[in-house]
């Protein structure tokens, strides 16, 4: 049956399983509808798991939870299988070097062990959901007078750089549960208005910019969306998730891939029946969002991933190294399972220049961990870099579980 949101909830499902949406038709006019998606692996492989291919039958079919997941969240946490018996932070302020680095050496001295988390960063704004628990007990944090102290500190290193004390320049947030990570840091910056301001992230490259547009289909009434940027795994998620957030239905859609570029057209209509002509700048505020959106998940530079066994203080540990080595964390994701504490880092100097081959292998002996590295964006010494012992290799949370997972 068809209602507002289920087509993210089903886009929810395949992204969360690492899958890669290479086509799609979308046609839900009336009180049905009928969605075909070609997906492949994160390798571009046809799917071949039995436990995949069954999950996606019980999660999409008749007996599925679709018509809840919006409401429960119980989607994606933050690359664990469960959260368990965590406190969820999330904050959002202004980015700057070394921030991610502070927030983490906090919660170390309060004794608070980070189990997971995910941070996003765009036009010089941060925003974090981190999953955190006691570092004696391994339980949610829920003492009032330790949580009030855990706020204050973080509000302080979020104002760091900050002018005054408005509530703009930094918020903390706590519950114990679970949210979809992807979905709740797109709201958190959506909310913080991050679309304004154009392409201001240092060394982003705004000639990749995507290319938006919105026209209007007079014979059925629709507002026509279409997307044209470089591919990328989630693209068709993010889009969705914004236009769901911003109260737009989708009734018609195309999505397809060629080559390393995607172009998506959306037939869509406001909730509340008004168009864009009734509402002044709205339009021009769609287009920012979306573009927003695609950027927020865009990472320039290099990809650190880094396995090892887990113990408190360490994610503060390497985030130390990484500010003291002069680069800045973009965006990065962190999990735990079993005793593996597995991170990645999407890092870039402090100018947004890349990180050349010295860089990296002085940080590979002080940390002291075996790291693969993607390279996003080569190094300035590449020969260098590979001669160190540094593979270029593909990371992807679903298949790194994969290798802990029985």
Request: hydrophobic share 35%; net charge negative.
């Amino acid at each position: 049956m068809n209602k507002h949101g289920i087509l993210l909830e089903v886009v929810q499902i395949l992204t969360d399983l690492d899958l890669t949406i290479t086509k799609a038709y979308i046609s839900s006019d009336g009180g049905w509808f009928m969605d075909v998606f070609h997906v492949t692996d994160q390798h571009g492989q046809k799917i071949s798991d039995n436990r995949t291919i069954e999950y996606i039958e019980k999660a999409l079919g008749p007996k599925g939870n679709t018509s809840g997941i919006l409401k429960s969240s119980a989607g994606k946490r933050v690359g664990l299988n469960s959260v368990g018996d965590c406190t969820a932070i999330e904050l959002i302020g202004r980015d700057r070097p070394g921030l991610l680095s502070e927030i983490t050496a906090v919660l170390a001295n309060l004794h608070i062990n980070v189990a997971a988390a995910e941070v996003w960063t765009h036009n010089r704004r941060i925003a974090c959901i981190l999953y955190v628990n006691d570092d004696t007990t391994n339980r949610a944090v829920d003492d009032a007078s330790r949580l009030s102290a855990m706020e204050e500190q973080l509000k302080n290193i979020l104002r760091g750089c900050g002018v005054d004390d408005d509530d703009n320049v930094a918020r903390t947030s706590f519950c114990v549960g679970s949210t979809h990570v992807d979905r709740r840091l797109h709201q958190l910056l959506f909310a913080d208005r991050d679309y304004e301001g154009g392409c201001l992230e240092t060394g982003m490259d705004c000639s990749v910019k995507p290319n938006v547009t919105i026209e209007r289909c007079e014979e059925k009434d629709y507002l026509v969306v279409t997307v044209s940027c470089k591919d990328r795994p989630k693209l068709m998620f993010d889009i969705v998730c914004t236009l769901t957030d911003m109260q737009y239905v989708v009734f018609h859609a195309t999505i397809s891939s060629d080559g390393p570029y995607a172009t998506q057209e959306y037939y869509i209509r406001h909730m509340d029946g008004c168009t864009l002509e009734k509402q002044l700048g709205e339009k021009e505020k769609v287009i920012k969002c979306l573009e927003a959106a695609i950027r927020r998940r865009i990472s320039e530079g290099l990809s650190l991933e880094l396995c090892a066994k887990d113990r408190v203080g360490l994610l503060s540990e390497v985030t130390r190294v990484l500010r003291e080595n002069g680069l800045s964390v973009t965006r990065a994701g962190v999990t735990t399972v079993g005793e593996q504490a597995m991170n990645v880092f999407y890092v870039s100097d402090a100018s947004g220049k890349p990180v050349d081959a010295k860089t990296i292998e002085e940080l590979r002996k002080e940390i002291g961990h075996t790291m693969r590295v993607n390279v996003e964006k080569a190094p300035m010494d590449k020969k260098a870099l590979e001669s160190s012992g540094w593979a270029k290799t593909g990371f992807f949370f679903g298949s790194l579980l994969e290798k802990f997972l029985p």
